[in-house]
């Protein structure tokens, strides 16, 4: 049995202590505003827009519908922990390159989501990465530059693989 | 105000004995919305997310019975074996919301909920399955027909966790299908389940009712027929029949009476797939 009033959370391989924080708080507000990991982004606290993906021993969630006490001894991945020495991610790249980002306020969770796609599927077809992206919102993109992205991915990592 | 993680389903109800005024969470995909909003301010909660024999399933080849836990999140029935055991449940769970809420949302906190749009309830009353409850000191299975008992509201018990559910197979045809306004993450306005068993067809209806509905008439009526050649003709009336049945009403989502069109139209189209299968 275990009780949190002071617990201890496992964020991208650290272990980070949450102290006085109200039970009801979810991991997306425990992240951001008592760890300093603001890369999840909050807009609808409601499972709606996938800007706060994270990993939770290794699956994809939304950390708004989280609550952060419950996820003592579980392993939470943050858009921060994907490459640890400040450079980009191929994904991250390829949002860049191809234009994917214009606010920027949907891509953490979007880069999240394309990582976790392609972790566990590395040719998606086209209605797979649809599918796989269909719990993220972005209001300025439209999606094309998005998909776009994803396609550079696959094809620079096939043919790095052959 | 503390969190309880226990690791056991002993732990669970001990836990919930000593603490009756305790929420339970699984995914908080449905928990997590309310406290976010202001809706509940939990003040003692008890995860169910780390325990073995929660997170279980089985398919029992033998008795024709699959098993599974609580907490079992939608993505695990989607594909692979349970899918095959079950495809009405895999269509139904496929459904739900975004990959996101699959990974977490589970068939515990859909009975939890008890929404008459719940997307796995109309499935478990199409196949007749059985909901696992324990508390402390007891535990008892109820028919999912005497589980929900009105919108929101089951027959469970202050005291008791939902353990599990057992689904009877079928050895016919099974699908599901749903009306809402687009493809992802989205409510259903109105849902039909249709199962075949020993050439009997079963048909239980989401979102147009206090609960779920399973259509007596309907089946009696499709069943004096003569599955094996369902014409364009008997599928409309069957259909229409179903809409009969339904008890929708107006809400921010549709009217009644579209919703009393759309099952119908549902579960023509699904008798058709099933009988042309
Ligand atoms: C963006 C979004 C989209 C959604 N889309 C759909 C959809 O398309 N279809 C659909 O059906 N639902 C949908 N939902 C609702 C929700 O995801 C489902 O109802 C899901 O099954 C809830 O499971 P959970 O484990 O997250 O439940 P939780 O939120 O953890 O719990 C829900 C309720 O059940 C109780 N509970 C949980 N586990 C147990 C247990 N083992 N024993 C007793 N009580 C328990 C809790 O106390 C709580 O009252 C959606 C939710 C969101 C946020
Ligand atoms: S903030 Fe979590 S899904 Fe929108
Ligand atoms: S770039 Fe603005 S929401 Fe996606």
Redesign the interface.
């Known amino acids: 049995?275990?009780?949190?009033?002071y617990?201890s959370l496992t964020v991208n391989g650290e272990q980070h202590p949450v102290q006085d924080a109200?039970?009801?708080e979810?991991l997306l507000y425990v992240l951001r505003e008592r760890l300093g990991l603001p890369g999840s982004k909050g807009a609808c606290?409601?499972?709606?827009c996938?800007s706060c993906?994270v990993y939770i021993d290794n699956?994809?969630?939304?950390s708004?519908?989280?609550?952060a006490?419950?996820a003592?001894?579980s392993q939470i991945a943050t858009v921060e922990g994907l490459n640890t020495d400040g450079s980009l991610t191929d994904v991250q790249q390829a949002f860049v390159t191809e234009g994917a980002v214009q606010c920027g306020f949907c891509t953490p969770g979007l880069v999240m989501?394309v990582h976790h796609l392609l972790d566990h599927n590395d040719s998606p077809n086209e209605q797979e990465v649809k599918?796989?992206l269909?719990?993220?919102i972005c209001r300025c993109t439209g999606y094309g530059r998005i998909f776009a992205a994803v396609e550079s991915v696959i094809s620079v990592r096939k043919s790095s693989a052959s | 105000?503390?969190?309880?993680?226990?690791s056991s389903l002993s732990?669970a109800t001990s836990?919930l004995a000593e603490h009756p005024t305790a929420h339970l969470?699984t995914?908080?995909?449905d928990?997590?919305?309310e406290?976010?909003?202001n809706h509940?301010?939990?003040?003692t909660?008890i995860?169910l997310?780390?325990i073995p024999d929660m997170q279980l399933w089985n398919i029992d080849k033998a008795s024709g019975v699959v098993f599974i836990g609580a907490s079992v999140?939608y993505?695990t029935m989607e594909q692979g074996e349970l899918a095959d055991a079950l495809p009405a449940l895999a269509e139904a769970a496929r459904t739900v919301?975004?990959?996101?809420?699959r990974?977490?949302g589970s068939i515990g906190g859909n009975l939890g909920t008890c929404s008459p749009a719940g997307d796995s309830l109309p499935v478990l009353a199409a196949l007749n399955a059985s909901v696992h409850l324990r508390s402390s000191d007891a535990e008892r299975t109820l028919p999912f027909s005497e589980f929900m008992i009105g919108p929101k509201r089951n027959a469970k018990k202050p005291d008791e966790v939902i353990t599990g559910v057992s689904i009877p197979m079928t050895n016919g045809w099974q699908g599901y299908a749903k009306v809402g306004v687009r493809?992802?993450?989205v409510i259903s306005v109105a849902s039909v389940c249709l199962a075949i068993h020993d050439k009997t067809v079963r048909v239980a209806l989401g979102s147009v009712g206090p609960t779920i509905i399973r259509c007596s008439d309907a089946e009696s009526w499709i069943n004096s027929q003569d599955i094996t050649a369902i014409d364009d003709s008997v599928a409309v009336e069957f259909g229409n029949r179903v809409s009969q049945e339904s008890r929708p009403i107006d809400d921010h989502r549709s009217t009644a009476e579209y919703r009393r069109h759309a099952v119908g139209v549902l579960a023509t189209r699904l008798l058709q797939r099933g009988t042309n299968a």
């Open positions: 049995m275990s009780q949190h009033e617990y109200w039970i009801g979810s606290e409601q499972g709606e996938g993906t699956a994809a969630v939304c708004c519908l989280v609550m006490a419950t003592v001894g989501a599918e796989a269909s719990g993220n | 105000m503390p969190v309880f993680i226990p732990e836990l969470i995914g908080g995909t928990f997590m919305v406290v976010n909003f509940r301010h939990p003040e909660v995860s997310r780390k999140p993505a919301g975004s990959p996101q809420i990974a977490a493809n992802a993450m």
